[in-house]
């Protein structure tokens, strides 16, 4: 599958543009860690494009992503990243076994929470921050409470790598798209 066509899908089904930029961020740290770990870069990366396209049509934890793998089978996507979407939710069953599989649950939550630290930022950017700024918010659980703390922390031990490297190299990944992201600062006024 070309990233190309996972865009297409993308495009039909997700409008927030929010969640878009949350693909994008799961995308640019999946691609991150395929470099870092000699995988393929293109499968990691779609994989993580693609992993949330139901969230506005199946819009629980009950229903995402179960719902959403037929319509990905009927768009000729592999039954590996359909199988590592599936294992990315908490109610599908699906163990999460390979490293494609654990670096998608290991990068999904911690997106979410790095980008509102960057949002609370005097620099709204994702060029000057660090994970010790995520790890002072990480405390504060009323902040970003939607940020899933112990998903993100069980994410980066089942993943294998120091919870503080993984949010450091999820920054680095997202940095390459900070621009896009809108996230790349703001002029100075």
């Not at 297409?8 to 740290?29: R, T």
């Not at 790095?114 to 009323?142: H, Q």
Request: one cysteine or more.
């Amino acid at each position: 599958m070309e990233r190309s066509e996972a865009l297409l899908i993308v495009e039909e089904y997700v409008k927030n543009p929010g969640l878009i930029n949350h693909m994008l961020s799961v995308e640019a740290a999946m691609r991150f860690y395929a470099e870092k770990l000699n995988q393929d870069v293109e499968l990691w990366g779609i994989t993580g494009l693609l992993h949330d396209f139901d969230w506005e049509i199946h819009p629980t934890l009950e229903e995402h992503p179960l719902a959403g793998a037929p319509i990905l089978r009927q768009r000729g996507v592999p039954e590996d990243i359909i199988q590592a979407i599936l294992s990315h939710g908490v109610e599908t069953g699906v163990p999460r076994v390979t490293p494609m599989q654990k670096a998608l649950y290991a990068c999904d939550e911690v997106t979410g929470l790095i980008t509102a630290v960057a949002l609370v930022r005097p620099s709204r950017s994702l060029l000057d921050l660090t994970s010790s700024s995520v790890k002072k918010k990480w405390k504060d659980r009323a902040f970003a409470a939607g940020a899933n703390r112990e998903e993100i922390a069980l994410g980066a031990e089942e993943f294998g790598v120091d919870l503080w490297e993984h949010v450091d190299n999820v920054i680095l990944a997202m940095r390459r798209i900070a621009p896009q992201l809108g996230l790349a600062g703001q002029p100075n006024l």
